[in-house]
């Protein structure tokens, strides 16, 4: 194999699901293809979660001797405090008819979650164009907030965008002047999972801000 490819290789592994034994965990953050009887899988390695999902079927039916994989998703870094959704809901709120954004990050090493606002290039009601943070060394973007002013909470065309090449949660507030509405996704590398809710602890103590 060329220079290149052995990188490639390297960087972005495609791997055999063993029949007798659980498939060797990844050794870091990354990706990797596994390749399974029932599919080709994508993992997805980050401190805060893992993630498996089925990338695509085969096409004809054929025995591939390999083991079988399973969708999962795993949450290392546990319950997103809720205290750090309403911080967000008042930042969204003062910052009323504009739009605004923030990070949820977690660190690795102390398990602490902390909110980090995005500074705005421009920012105005409808749009919101912002410079990525610097995190500190351990950490790693859990979710990424943005308010819609007074509209309603969802993914729009820009948000698709956006969210492309994360991993990530994606957090949208809308209607910012009351108990505002939610829109939340898992962004895993283009595919979007939208959240039939949010947590319960999330809506109970975003219901109890007094307005
Ligand atoms: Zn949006």
């Given at each position: ?44 390695d980050r401190p805060w979660i893992r993630l498996v999902r089925r990338l695509g079927s085969f096409d004809w039916h054929t025995p591939v001797p ?146």
């Open positions: 194999m060329n220079p290149v490819d052995n990188v490639l290789q390297g960087s972005f592994p495609s791997v055999m699901v063993p029949t007798r034994e659980l498939v060797a965990p990844m050794s870091g953050p990354g990706e990797r293809l596994l390749i399974a009887s029932n599919g080709v899988f994508l993992e997805i390999y083991g079988q994989a399973q969708e999962l998703t795993e949450l290392r870094c546990g319950a997103i405090p809720a205290v750090l959704v309403v911080e967000f809901a008042r930042l969204a709120r003062a910052a009323l008819p504009n739009e605004v954004g923030a990070w949820i990050v977690w660190d690795a090493v102390t398990g602490r979650f902390r909110m980090e606002r995005l500074a705005s290039l421009s920012h105005g009601p409808g749009h919101l164009h912002y410079e990525r943070p610097q995190l500190r060394e351990g950490e790693w973007l859990v979710v990424d907030c943005h308010s819609h002013g007074h509209g309603r909470a969802y993914f729009s065309s820009t948000d698709d965008r956006d969210d492309l090449h994360d991993v990530k949660l994606a957090l949208v507030l809308g209607n910012c002047d009351r108990t505002p509405s939610i829109a939340l996704r898992l962004c895993a590398k283009g595919r979007f999972e939208v959240q039939a809710g949010a947590p319960a602890h999330w809506l109970s103590a975003l219901a109890g801000e007094v307005v």
